[in-house]
């Protein structure tokens, strides 16, 4: 579970100190380790932890992306749990070209994903996954955040966005902040379940600076599941 935009400049710059952010890393990691655990038997009992302690920390915590004078009323809204939108996937690898520190592939071209606002961050492409969603299989791009804290990032918009969720998309794996729903790397398999699909901290307040989903990760149906705002 993480709420905070994935550039360390702008999370420290927004408010709050070093000391606080790290520990809501810590909290987050720790999170999503008992998550991890829980599934393996009860996904749902899983999901239903992370909710609850979720909502909690946007509450309470100083380091929250929700604003202050909207915490303490503040209550996430998500769909209800839906065990379909659950996958073991296998990641397509592909050669991982270099990117410079504005996140340009190395032919110079734009950004590898869009960001909310400020400087791009340093992503790599590092291939793909196929979903098998219920109205049929869609691919996703699976990126590796090169220049912060390193980790997996995959990002998504769908027919939702815009109405029930931000604009801009959501997010299903931020590993860099803790954000991880497990895997095999021997297998080359990842877990993805989309009832923990979650907003980017730019969706609760624009100082925010949030990467977000390139074309090739937009879907073209709507996927009711996991956090929403409305």
Known sequence: ??????DAASD?????????L????RRTSALYAEVRERAAS???AAWERWRAVREAMYREHPQSPVPVAARATFRARHWPYDPTLRFG????????????????????????LPMSSGRALDFARIGQVTVPLPAGPRTLGLFWMAGYAGGL???????????????AGRYLLDSAKGADLGGDPGTGRLVLDFNFAFQPSCAFDPRWACPLAPPENRLDLPIEAGERLR
């Open 22 to 25: 790290a520990d809501w890393r």
């Open 153 to 167: 990032f995959l990002p998504f918009r769908d027919a939702t966005n815009g109405r029930e969720t931000y604009g």
């Open 1 to 6: 579970m993480t709420g905070q935009g994935s």
């Open 89 to 112: 996937v296998d990641v397509e690898v592909e050669v991982e070209g270099p990117s410079d520190s504005t996140g340009a592939d190395s032919t110079g071209g734009a950004p590898i």
């Open 12 to 20: 420290v710059a927004a408010g709050g100190t070093s000391l606080e």
């Open 42 to 44: 009860d996904p749902r």
